[in-house]
């Protein structure tokens, strides 16, 4: 077995006096990317096959050792991350990164759970495939953290989150025990659906070691169009305008509003503004097209388009739906554009630093689409009773309901919150349910949300998966401390 961190023969690994380490190094796995999580571990192994994932947690069952399994280690809810006992063992998947099997004409892909996302994108777009699963840290994390976070992205309004792109699994039980689902067939209907049980598990069932993906055709252009919807009614209406004459070429909707605008022209370098006045509420949308008929070359001849797009628009202004819009000339101007949104993230938590708060409540809800806009007004109302000077900045997959809606504190006050951040988060929550909405839309349960889902899930469903949880894993070794108590 190979591990870069620790030279450890599992049959000698002694918990209570840890093998020393290099510290560096071994500091990534055991933080959040947020910071907001620290823990320790015994040890950081690096397995190259499944069968040396099957080994671990043989040893680990046998043992009574805690386990972490961690791909990208980028969960936004501290799921991969251990806690600060030192006795668990964390199991990174990172060297599991090979492609098993690639199928062009069925359309499909099998590969291992620490492949890089981005890394897919590149392997089956050189065959003019398609795997739509996009997300702002696709360059490092990995396939089976996507997986077990049940990842959503900017794609979910066309192919769904990545439980609709999966097709089968190879999962590693916690007694070591090898479960072999993958498969490339659309339709299977033998029995209980086992692979989605592990799919948004978080690592607390097993170890997901592959899986066989669903691809689809490579659009032959996508058209990105940035539009000014003024305000959230607006841009919903928008969305139904564009879903009447392209039903199914949406690929991505995306709400960024004056606040998210003010953050980013705030943290990122040279920022191209796609409209000459900053977006009062802007909608980023992508329509794709697949047949050459679609395809026009302008008046010069140097840019290709989607003619019906520009009717829309029209449609649109005479409506007052939109005061303002602009279609990308090129792929660089549509590049340009993404990579604002894409650095959402890291733009917010650049921001944070520079009011140095502790705290940015982050809150990852979804909401049916007609109720978003009455949801703001509530929301908005309690969060300025609750306490002055506090900053919504929201952003979000308007397409599918999602919304990334984040609390900055006020820079006077402890923690930026007066220590009563667990009550904001709590009242804004109460709000979301009240519209028939989800406090955990893409981003999982983790550390984070543990509480919320305790509270909010049905005590039923509650139950049964405290039951899953304890009949897969009953000595509780698999990611303990994460989604369930």
Known sequence: M?????????????????????????????????????????????????????????????????VVPQGGNTSLCGAATPDES??????????????????????TITVESGLVLS????????????????????GSCMIGGNLSTNAGGINVLKYGNTRELCLGLEVVLPDGKVMDLLSELKKDNTGYDLKNIFIGAEGTLGVITAA????????????TLFVEANKISNAIELLNVFKSYFPDRIESFELMPKVFWQ???????????????????????????????????????????????ENVLEECF???????????????????????????AESEKKELEKSNLIKC??????????????????????????????????????GDGNLHYNIFGNGSLPDGFKGKSVNLTNNLYEIVHKYNGSFSAEHGIGQLKKNNLKFHKNDVAYSLMKIIKSQLDPKGIMNPGKVLF
């Open 2 to 66: 190979q591990q870069t961190l620790l030279d450890i023969d599992l049959r000698t690994l002694n918990l209570k006096n840890p093998p020393i380490f290099n510290k560096d190094e071994h500091y990534k796995y055991v933080n959040d990317w947020r910071g907001h999580y620290k823990g320790q571990a015994a040890a950081v192994l690096k397995p190259i096959n499944t069968q040396e994932v099957s080994s671990i947690l043989r040893y680990a069952h046998k043992n009574n050792v805690a």
């Open 86 to 107: 030192g006795k668990s063992i964390i199991i990174s998947l990172e060297k599991m990164n090979n492609v098993r099997q690639f199928n062009k004409a069925a359309q």
């Open 119 to 138: 890394q897919i994108h590149n392997i089956v777009e050189n065959e003019n495939l398609f795997f739509p699963l996009s997300l702002g840290a696709q």
């Open 212 to 223: 066989t993906l669903k691809l689809f055709q490579l659009p032959k252009m996508i058209s």
């Open 263 to 309: 953050v980013a022209r705030n943290n990122i370098e040279k920022i191209r503004m796609p409209l000459e006045n900053t977006p009062q509420m802007g909608v980023l949308i992508d329509i794709s097209s697949y047949s050459k008929d679609d395809i026009f070359p302008n008046e010069k001849g140097e840019i290709r388009t989607i003619k019906t797009i």
């Open 318 to 344: 005479e409506k007052n739906i939109i005061s303002d819009a602009t279609i990308c000339k090129n792929e660089n101007q549509s590049k340009s554009l993404w990579s604002i949104r894409e650095a959402a």
């Open 361 to 398: 409540l982050k809150h990852d809800i979804s909401l049916p689409v007609e109720s978003i806009d009455d949801f703001h007004k509530d929301a908005q109302n309690m969060i300025s009773k609750f306490l002055p000077e506090l900053k919504t900045i929201f952003f979000g997959h308007l």
